[in-house]
């Protein structure tokens, strides 16, 4: 049968792709019209799903025009004893996009879900279905697997249809993880791309560029268009419609290497303050990613999510509470000297203090003991460069680990990304001019397709040792993803043995490197 009398017959039997759980009570058996596409709302950029919890899940998408969001889940694949849940309105306002916060889910379960836009203005018609799955966590400990990368079409490196999109995804999403963390640098809003790149072959790399992507963004809908513009990869679509995701951002959402109070000197900027960007740069980002929103704080992004009782996830927001890029040297911890700011550094100490999960994983944007510059003398990350007792921005740090030092917290791993390379760092605190801390790992990860780059410098402050580097020595820099060294990490736990077995992989899923940890049985 042709498609378009196959949906018209599918609609009028009340079943199928548009059954009754998915129209409202008033329509659900009534005979349907046969809807051109052309004239039905569209969800061209796909489904999400994030912050996921044992009984809860954020579920994204946009629509093309006003609609009203619908989303239908199950534990069958096929919709046998599917709930409907009515979702809000996408409107102009929010740039056609929503969520809606399932509650009620079963703990421990893969969950089918489909998306529906019905259209405000003939409410008669909907959209044709978005598909995908997710894992809610088990009650208790089970096996888990989280996937990690960040930094996406950066330093000039967009789509390029004819070299598969932006492979890594595709390869992440092979790799069966039950959640994803983007570390940040999720689009580069700062960073236009051109039509083309000439490769040192010879070749040429050919950007999709849209209006979005041909400018910094500075407007709503500039910041807005660059969020979209990953999603026309049908393969990034599939990963997000598959895999829960927890979302960071760092600074390229805004511009490099912004902070609160910024003035901007780039003559391609109209808009000079950085915090009025980074407002318009913060509301698209929440916008477009399935974050839970805090009633006490809606434009929150740290916040923590455990995956049943082997893994919890803190995820840090080092942007907003930050003092001025600077020379990172203050002798005493204060405003100037803030990354994480007094009340997120409180949530941070107490949340892993309670924690239950047998690892809990830190998820950071950027890296604790890697020299990252800002220009001739200025600090941009949390090292200084100086090998020496803590200054500045790690001031903070030394508290944390102080800290979980004095309250026996255990079996604590870094995640990060933002220098464009993949690297295993242990620090320990016999290396250390800084000692009063407990052992522990930070993998390094990214970019997922953008520049690669690096290595950067080791400030010795908390003692770090490379373990494993993920490029050749002597590498340039800003080497093209169609040379595969884009990077992901993996984290996998056996829920019976607590053992986690981590992971570097390539763009193409190859294990670059693979270690293990036992968990120390001294405090879960």
């Keep these: 049968m042709r498609r378009r009398l196959f949906l018209g017959e599918t609609l009028r039997a009340g079943g199928g792709l548009l059954g009754p759980a998915l129209l409202p009570r008033r329509l659900a058996g009534a005979p349907a019209l046969v809807t051109p596409d052309a004239a039905r709302p569209k969800a061209e950029y796909g489904a999400a799903v994030g912050d996921v919890t044992a009984d809860r899940a954020v579920v994204w998408s946009r629509s093309d025009r006003p609609a009203r969001m619908f989303v239908e889940w199950s534990?069958?694949?096929?919709?046998?004893?599917?709930?409907?849940?009515?979702?809000?309105?996408?409107?102009?306002?929010?740039?056609?996009?929503?969520?809606?916060?399932?509650?009620?889910?079963?703990?421990?379960?893969?969950i089918s879900y489909r998306v529906l836009f019905q259209d405000l203005r003939d409410p008669r018609v909907f959209s044709l279905p978005i598909e995908g799955s997710f894992r809610t966590p088990p009650a208790g400990r089970s096996d888990v697997r989280l996937a990690f990368s960040a930094d996406t079409c950066g330093q000039g490196w967009g789509i390029d249809e004819a070299r598969?999109?932006?492979?890594?995804?595709?390869?992440?999403?092979?790799?069966?993880?039950?959640?994803?963390?983007?570390?940040?640098?999720?689009?580069?809003?700062?960073?236009?791309?051109?039509?083309?790149?000439?490769?040192?072959?010879?070749?040429?790399?050919?950007?999709?560029?849209?209006?979005?992507?041909?400018k910094v963004a500075e407007t709503l809908d500039e910041f807005r268009g660059n969020h979209l513009y990953n999603r026309k990869v049908a393969h990034v679509r599939r990963f997000e419609s598959e895999v829960s995701k927890v979302v960071l951002w760092d600074d390229h959402e805004v511009l490099n290497n912004w902070y609160p109070g910024e003035r901007l000197e780039d003559p391609r900027y109209t808009e000079r303050s950085a915090s009025l960007l980074a407002a318009r740069a913060r509301r698209a980002f929440l916008e477009h990613y399935p974050i839970r929103r805090s009633p006490a704080d809606p434009e929150r992004i740290h916040r923590s999510l455990p995956f049943g009782e082997s893994l919890e996830v803190?995820?840090?927001?080092?942007?907003?509470?930050?003092?001025?890029?600077?020379?990172?040297?203050?002798?005493?911890?204060?405003?100037?000297a803030a990354i994480l700011g007094p009340a997120q550094l409180e949530w941070l100490k107490i949340g892993l203090a309670a924690s239950r999960a047998t690892w809990k994983v830190v998820a950071s944007d950027m890296p604790i003991g890697l020299v990252v510059g800002d220009g001739p003398g200025i600090c941009e990350a949390v090292a200084n460069g100086d090998d020496g007792p803590p200054l500045g921005r790690e001031h903070e740090i030394a508290s944390l680990l102080s800290f979980l030092n004095a309250h026996d917290?255990?079996?604590?791993?870094?995640?990060?990304?933002?220098?464009?390379?993949?690297?295993?760092?242990?620090?320990?605190?016999?290396?250390?001019?800084?000692?009063?801390?407990?052992?522990?790992?930070?993998?390094?990860?990214?970019?997922?397709?953008?520049?690669?780059?690096?290595?950067?410098?080791?400030?010795?402050?908390?003692?770090?040792?490379?373990?494993?580097l993920g490029i050749p020595p002597g590498m340039k820099p800003n080497r093209p993803p169609s040379e595969g060294l884009q990077f992901f990490g993996l984290l996998a736990v056996d829920g019976r043995t607590g053992l986690l077995r981590i992971e570097l992989r390539n763009r193409d899923g190859g294990v670059l490197h693979a270690f293990e940890l036992e968990p120390d049985r001294g405090r879960s």
């Design 75 to 110: 534990t069958r694949g096929s919709f046998a004893d599917a709930r409907r849940v009515p979702g809000p309105a996408a409107l102009e306002e929010d740039g056609l996009t929503a969520r809606l916060d399932l509650h009620g889910l079963p703990a421990g379960q893969r």
């Design 164 to 214: 598969g999109g932006l492979v890594t995804y595709e390869s992440m999403r092979r790799a069966e993880p039950d959640l994803f963390v983007n570390l940040g640098d999720t689009v580069y809003a700062d960073d236009p791309l051109p039509a083309e790149r000439v490769l040192e072959d010879g070749s040429v790399w050919k950007n999709l560029v849209t209006p979005a992507k041909s």
């Design 314 to 336: 803190f995820a840090l927001d080092l942007r907003s509470e930050r003092g001025p890029n600077s020379s990172n040297r203050q002798p005493s911890p204060g405003p100037d």
């Design 409 to 468: 917290v255990g079996n604590v791993v870094w995640i990060t990304a933002d220098v464009h390379y993949a690297a295993v760092h242990h620090y320990h605190p016999e290396r250390a001019r800084f000692r009063d801390f407990r052992p522990f790992h930070e993998i390094v990860a990214g970019p997922a397709h953008a520049g690669t780059f690096g290595p950067a410098a080791l400030d010795l402050t908390f003692g770090p040792e490379v373990r494993f």
